[in-house]
């Protein structure tokens, strides 16, 4: 089984300001890793994966993570956010032998101007 | 591409009633569909696992008489909440996993726009 957590539950940003939302996974298995964006009372939209390869994946709307297998990390990265970023974001993994989706307990990022 | 479909996107009910919940994948098609749960402000909780021509999986303590997911062909999965209750009350999310377009065996999940259930 794997769990996930997403190290901060709220950030809060200025607009064209970088944010970076903070993810640990644990798992005794390779994973697969995902971040997903959902803005309010709507599903879950995918920002971007990593399934295999490079270990810097490059995801919609001007989105990046890392992968770092050693400390079991997937950061989520933007180098300037817009207010319409304004959203909850979840990092989710799945083993590669079961694809079942583990999420974390979300990331509500506020943009202000 | 890659888009799933959920119907309707709310509903009102009364106590004791059943409601039909609709997921369809529109531009592909999907083997296995999942079934999620997410009560305000929480994460998404994973309820069963829909495979298209066989019995649905639950996940430990959802009860599998209350929730019905039929998954009768590659594009469409069905949950039905039998006899709610206010309890029942929730934002009911289902995602499809696109299996024949990924490279290896790995099947991406795509997710639904959702369904607020009110239960009066």
Redesign the interface.
């Known amino acids: 089984a794997q769990s996930v957590t997403q190290l901060d539950s709220q950030v809060p940003v200025f607009e064209e300001a970088p944010v970076e939302l903070r993810c640990n996974y644990s798992s005794s298995v390779s994973v697969y890793l995902f971040w997903y964006v959902q803005y309010p009372n709507q599903g879950l939209q995918l920002l971007l994966k990593y399934l295999s390869g490079s270990t810097l994946v490059k995801g919609i709307n001007g989105f990046e993570a890392e992968f770092n297998k050693s400390q079991t990390s997937f950061h989520l990265r933007k180098p300037s956010v817009h207010i319409s970023d304004t959203a909850e974001y979840f990092c989710a993994v799945s083993d590669r032998n079961d694809y079942k989706l583990s999420f974390g307990a979300g990331t509500t990022v506020t943009v202000r101007a | 591409g890659a888009v799933?479909s959920?119907h309707p996107s709310w509903v009102i009910c009364k106590s004791g009633t059943s409601v039909k919940i609709e997921c369809r994948s529109l531009d592909f098609q999907a083997t296995?569909m999942?079934w999620y749960r997410q009560f305000p402000?929480?994460?998404?909780m994973?309820m069963a696992?829909s495979n298209e021509g066989s019995k649905a999986t639950y996940e430990q303590g959802v009860e599998k008489d209350k929730f019905l997911i039929n998954h009768a062909s590659l594009t469409l999965s069905t949950l039905t909440v039998t006899s709610a209750h206010p309890e029942d009350s929730s934002?009911y999310?289902c995602?499809a996993?696109d299996l024949f377009s990924e490279t290896?065996s790995?099947?991406?999940?795509?997710?639904?726009?959702?369904t607020?259930l009110t239960v009066l």
């Open positions: 799933v959920q296995t999942f402000k929480q994460s998404l994973l696992t934002f999310i995602s996993r290896g790995f099947g991406t999940q795509y997710f639904g726009p959702g607020r």
